[in-house]
C-alpha cells in the first residue's frame, strides 16, 4: 500500500466549530487531492493540489478550504462544520497528473 | 461534462458465479479508465486500468475488463467469484487533463454468498 496516512480516522463534532483533517505521505509524490464519499454519490473531489502552496477546487469545494506548506502534508479545514459535511473523506495521492491515484485510509467524520 | 453510470447498485451472487458489473461514460474524447475495490471499512484500491493498447485489460485478483469504445463502456468481469471478492466497486473515468478531471460512478455493492 503507498504511505498514506490520514488522521485522526474518525471524529465527532459540532455544528460551527472549525475541523482540520491531516492527510501525510511518505511516497514524495507531487499530486494530493481530497474527496468525500457520500451514499448514492461515489466519491466526489473537494480540493486537490499539485505542488507545494499549489491548489485548486474540485466538484464540491464550498465549506472547504485546503492547504499544503510542504509536499508529504496536505490539510483539509472545515471552517464551520455543518451537518451536511457529515461524510467520510478520502486522502488520494498521484505521482504525475496522468496516473492512478493511491488512497488513505479515510476519516468518518460526523456533525451534530 | 462527463458522466459515469453503474447499472447495477447491489448485486447478490453465489460462490462460483460469474460476475459482470456495467459502466458506461459520457464523453466523446479520449479518456483513461479505472475500477476500484473498497472492501467493507477499506480504503478503495485500484484493480485495473485502461490507458491505451490492448482493450482487454486484466487487473488483480483475476478481474479483468473490456473497453468498448463504440459502446462508452468497460465493463468488470470475473469467471468465478469468491466470498472474499463481497466489496463496493467504483467505475471511474478521466478526460484529457488530469487525474482532478476523474469522474467516479457512484458504485456497485457485491456481496457473494458462500
Known amino acids: 500500500d503507498a504511505g498514506i496516512t490520514q488522521s485522526p480516522r474518525h471524529k465527532v463534532t459540532e455544528t460551527g466549530t472549525p475541523v482540520t483533517l491531516r492527510c501525510h505521505q511518505t511516497e514524495n509524490h507531487r499530486y494530493m487531492y481530497w474527496y468525500r464519499q457520500d451514499p448514492g454519490h461515489g466519491l466526489r473531489l473537494i480540493h486537490y493540489s499539485y505542488g507545494v502552496k499549489d491548489t485548486d477546487k474540485g466538484e464540491v469545494s464550498d465549506g472547504y478550504s485546503v492547504s499544503r506548506s510542504k509536499t508529504e502534508d496536505f490539510l483539509l479545514t472545515l471552517e464551520s462544520a455543518t451537518s451536511s459535511q457529515t461524510s467520510v473523506y478520502f486522502c488520494?495521492?498521484?505521482?504525475?497528473?496522468?496516473?492512478?491515484?493511491?488512497f488513505g485510509q479515510g476519516t468518518r467524520l460526523t456533525v451534530v | 461534462a462527463q458522466s459515469v453510470s453503474q447499472h447495477n447498485h447491489h448485486v447478490i451472487l453465489s460462490e462460483a458465479a460469474s460476475l459482470e458489473l456495467g459502466c458506461n461514460y459520457s464523453y466523446g474524447g479520449t479518456v483513461n479508465l479505472f475500477w476500484y475495490v473498497q472492501y467493507p471499512g477499506q480504503h478503495l484500491q485500484l484493480l485495473l486500468k485502461y490507458f491505451s493498447g490492448d482493450p482487454l485489460v486484466k487487473g488483480i485478483k483475476g478481474f479483468e475488463a473490456e473497453f468498448i469504445k463504440s459502446k462508452f463502456s468497460f465493463n468488470l468481469r470475473k469467471p468465478s467469484v469468491q466470498w472474499s471478492d463481497t466489496a463496493e466497486y467504483f467505475c471511474a473515468v478521466k478526460s484529457s487533463g488530469g487525474y482532478q478531471k476523474v469522474t467516479f460512478g457512484i458504485g456497485t455493492k457485491l456481496q457473494v454468498i458462500p
Open positions: 488520494a495521492i498521484s505521482e504525475s497528473r496522468d496516473t492512478e491515484a493511491f
